[in-house]
């Protein structure tokens, strides 16, 4: 298996501009995280859904930021418009409950910069 | 929710000493406790986990032990070698859902 995908592995954008970071979890997992990390912050979880539906939204900071998992192979994570505090390294990282592990496993990130 | 605290943020030890690193959880319901080991500009990757019926776990040079009265979980890493410098980061979570993690630990195993 290839592990979780993510695109794009970096991405620098103005302030203003709209970004959309994608991710593809591992086949046969039925869990999906969208984590940011910051050296402030460390890994914040910013949404997971399980089973394709949203469970907990609770960490995405502000209506500015979205995500939608239209089916089982295929995420994105929305910002618009993007602001300067939104840079970061994006992590989406997959797991498959319905196993005797929930062992995360990441992706290798997308670093956004907005100038 | 669920508050883990890590300490130490960083922790410089010399090739072949030992390195601990402590963890704290808030939430009693916490049952898996899993340990990520990230290298610079790499993705956080599992190293260790442990569950709440368990009190301790080895795997070679690494092992986990949890108290669940105290609720608090450490990392320790026997013999170190210069490729065990990472950040590694605790995390909790009830029955795989959210995955709440440390602040880091950011560990320098000088030669």
């Known amino acids: 298996d290839a592990g979780v995908i993510q695109s794009p592995r970096h991405e620098v954008t103005e302030m203003g501009q709209e970004v959309t970071l994608r991710c593809k979890p591992i086949?046969?997992?039925?869990?999906l995280f969208w984590y940011r990390q910051t050296m402030m912050r460390g890994l914040e979880l910013l949404i997971y859904f399980n089973n394709n539906v949203p469970i907990d939204d609770s960490g995405m900071p502000e209506d500015r930021f979205s995500a939608k998992m239209p089916n089982a192979s295929f995420s994105t994570l929305k910002i618009q418009p993007s602001e300067p505090r939104d840079s970061a390294v994006y992590f989406c990282?997959?797991?498959?409950?319905?196993?005797?592990?929930?062992?995360?496993?990441f992706g290798e990130g997308s670093r956004l910069t907005v100038l | 929710g669920e508050n883990v605290e890590q300490h130490p943020s960083t922790l410089s030890v010399q090739e072949g000493d030992s390195a601990v690193i402590k963890c704290t959880y808030s939430?009693?319901?916490?049952?898996?406790f899993p340990w990520y080991k990230q290298e610079l500009g790499k993705r956080p990757q599992l190293i260790i986990d442990i569950r709440s019926n368990v009190g301790e776990k080895k795997d070679q040079r690494i092992a986990v032990t949890l108290n669940k009265t105290a609720k608090h979980f450490s990392l320790h890493i026997t013999e170190t070698q210069p490729e065990d410098s990472a950040v590694y980061f605790c995390a909790a979570s009830y029955n795989f859902n959210k995955f709440y993690f440390g602040s880091g630990t950011k560990l320098n195993v000088k030669p």
């Open positions: 990282a997959s797991s498959s409950r319905g196993r005797s592990t929930g062992e995360l496993f």
């Open positions: 086949s046969g997992h039925n869990s």
């Open positions: 939430d009693s319901a916490s049952n898996y």
